[in-house]
């Protein structure tokens, strides 16, 4: 994969961080999105992959290495999205204050940037459905999609 695309991909996943600050902070119908633990952890993702390809664009003797923490980093988002996607189809296994709350709120990032990391929502909370779909399934959907392309890329030879 050449550097351009890299730098596409590190920005289609900072834009995805942003819409979700931008649902945080402005809302949707009404609702504001507050970002619950599983929510942070997920954002984490997408900036984990979003920083390791614009890494992989710009240092390309380490192209590889960095391509492999985007392949991670998104296997990593596809499970937590895929954990929140399954507590929204079962609430009743959700308690009220997960104590991940309390524990992603300590970090420095959290208490530094609480706009973008701190947890605020409940992990099983029912939000209005944009274009059909909670946000936890887009993020599943964008998570799968990307992992997708990573591997495929990953594994295909490079043409020189």
């Known amino acids: 994969m050449n ?44 900036l984990g992959i979003a920083i390791s ?12 290495l960095f391509h492999g923490l985007a392949v991670l980093f998104a296997g990593y ?9 399954w507590l929204l189809s079962h609430p009743e296994i959700s308690c009220g204050i997960d104590p991940l709350e309390t524990w992603i709120n300590q970090f420095q990032l959290a208490q530094g940037l609480p ?7 409940l992990c099983s909370a029912k939000l209005p459905a944009i274009l059909g779909l909670q946000v936890p399934e887009w993020s599943l959907f964008w998570f799968a999609v990307l992992l997708f392309v990573l591997l495929i890329t990953f594994f295909r030879k490079s043409r020189s």
């Open 77 to 85: 988002g596809l499970s937590v999205a895929a954990r929140q996607v």
């Open 53 to 64: 390809c614009f890494l992989a664009a710009g240092i390309t003797p380490l192209r590889k």
């Open 115 to 121: 706009w973008l990391f701190k947890a605020d929502g």
């Open 3 to 46: 550097s351009t695309r890299y730098l596409y991909i590190s920005l289609f996943s900072l834009g995805l961080v942003v819409f979700a600050v931008i649902l945080q902070q402005v809302g949707y119908q009404g609702v504001n999105f507050l970002p619950c633990p599983l929510c942070i952890l997920q954002r984490v993702g997408y």
